[in-house]
């Protein structure tokens, strides 16, 4: 193993290597980030519903109601919650 990252070390300069590690850094902050946002939530609950409505299944409406009320607690856009009958 120490041989090979003397290999590696030798074709990349600290210069780079330092650049490749920020920019994997910055990513890995930004997709976190992103992640938990409000907009990427109402997405995913929209494409969920959509879902629902195709299957009707009694056990996805009680999680879907489950993460709009989540949602609703953390969220600003409010979402209507559905009836599961």
């Known amino acids: 193993m120490f041989l090979l990252w003397k290999l590696i070390s030798r074709k990349i300069s600290l210069k780079k290597l330092i650049l490749i590690l920020s920019v994997s850094f910055l ?9 938990n946002s409000c907009g990427v939530q109402h997405m995913l609950i929209l494409n969920d519903i959509f879902s629902y409505k195709n299957s009707l299944d009694p056990e ?10 989540s949602f609703n607690d953390s969220c600003k856009p409010q979402i209507e919650i559905f009836d599961c009958g």
């Open 27 to 35: 990513v890995i902050l930004f997709l976190t980030l992103s992640a």
């Open 60 to 69: 996805l409406c009680e999680i879907m109601v489950e993460k709009i009320n």
